[in-house]
C-alpha cells in the first residue's frame, strides 16, 4: 500500500492563489478579462459549462471547480486545460474531458447521500481524476500500469497534499484486493471485458462505471451494479476511452 502522508484533505490555498512559476503558465489569451489559470474563476465558468451540459450533483460540480487542472497538463498544453477537451498526458495516453470525468463520478454517486466510501480507479495516468475523486470518497486507491505516468501523478499531486488518495503502480486489471471491497470502481481504460477481479472486489451495493466494447465493437460507458441479488448491467452512451492493457510497463 502507498503511504499516507500525514497531511489534511485539503487544496493548498495559499500555494493555489500565488503567482504561476511556469511561463506556460501565464492568463491564457482564451480568457481576456486577465483571468490567470490559478483565478477559482477560471474553473467556476467550466463547472457552469459542465451544468448547462446537464451535469447537476453539486458535491461533482463542487470537485470539478476546486481541482486545478492545470496542473496536470504539459506547459504547452495549460491554456486548453479548462476547454472541454481531452488532452495527451504522454506515453499514449490521454486525461478524459472534464465532461466524461464529471459525468462518470456523476453515476458513481448515484444515489449516495454524503461521500462514498473507498473508491477504486483504474489507470490513475496523470492523476487528475484522482483529485476529483478524492472529493467526494473518503479513500481513493488508484492504479496505474506505466512506471512513468505512476511517477507523473505522484510529482502532480504532491502539491495538493491529498492525504487520502493512495497511488499504486501495477496492473489494474487485478483491482487491489488489500482496499477492497469497494463502495464504488472507476476505470479511465476500456477493455473487450469486464475483469472478474473488480466484480469480485465491488462492495454488495456498490457501482462499477468503465468504458468497455460492447456487441457492435464500440466502446461503450457500462455501469454494473452489485445487488443481493446478484450484478445488474447498464449501457449507456458510447465513449472513447484507452485500451485496458494487462501487465506493467
Ligand atoms: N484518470 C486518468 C486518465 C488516464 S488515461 C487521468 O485523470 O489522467 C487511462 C490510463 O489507464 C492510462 O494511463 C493507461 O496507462 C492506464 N491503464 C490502461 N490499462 C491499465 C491497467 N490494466 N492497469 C492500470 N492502468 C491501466
Avoid at 83 to 99: A, F, R, V
Wanted: glycine letters at 10%; aromatic letters at 4%.
Amino acid at each position: 500500500m502507498a503511504q499516507r502522508p500525514g497531511f489534511p484533505i485539503k487544496l493548498d490555498k495559499k500555494a493555489a492563489n500565488a503567482p504561476a512559476k511556469t511561463p506556460a503558465a501565464k492568463p491564457a489569451p482564451s480568457h481576456p478579462q486577465g483571468l490567470g489559470l490559478d483565478s477559482s474563476a477560471v474553473r467556476q465558468r467550466m463547472v457552469q459549462k459542465l451544468a448547462a451540459q446537464g451535469l447537476k450533483d453539486p458535491m461533482v460540480l463542487q470537485a470539478m471547480g476546486a481541482v486545478e487542472r492545470h496542473r496536470f497538463v504539459e506547459s504547452a498544453l495549460v491554456n486548453q486545460a479548462y476547454e472541454d477537451t481531452s488532452l495527451p498526458i504522454g506515453l499514449g495516453q490521454t486525461i478524459s474531458k472534464p465532461n466524461v470525468v464529471a459525468r462518470m463520478i456523476e453515476l458513481l454517486r448515484e444515489g449516495t447521500a454524503g461521500k462514498l466510501g473507498r473508491v477504486l480507479e483504474i489507470g490513475t495516468g496523470c492523476g487528475y481524476q484522482a483529485a476529483v475523486l478524492s472529493h467526494i470518497a473518503t479513500e481513493v486507491y488508484s492504479i496505474e500500469r506505466l512506471k512513468g505516468l505512476h511517477e507523473k501523478a505522484r510529482a502532480n499531486l504532491r502539491h495538493f497534499r491529498l492525504a487520502n488518495v493512495h497511488l499504486l503502480f501495477g496492473d489494474g486489471m487485478l483491482g487491489y484486493e488489500k482496499g477492497a471491497p469497494y463502495a464504488a470502481i472507476i476505470s479511465a481504460a476500456g477493455g473487450e471485458n469486464l475483469p472478474q477481479a473488480w466484480l469480485d472486489q465491488l462492495a454488495v451495493g456498490g457501482r462499477l462505471v468503465a468504458p468497455t466494447v460492447t456487441v457492435n465493437g464500440q466502446q461503450a460507458l457500462m455501469v454494473v451494479d452489485k445487488t443481493p441479488q446478484g450484478l445488474k448491467q447498464t449501457v449507456l452512451e458510447a465513449v472513447h476511452f484507452v485500451p485496458l492493457k494487462s501487465g506493467i510497463s
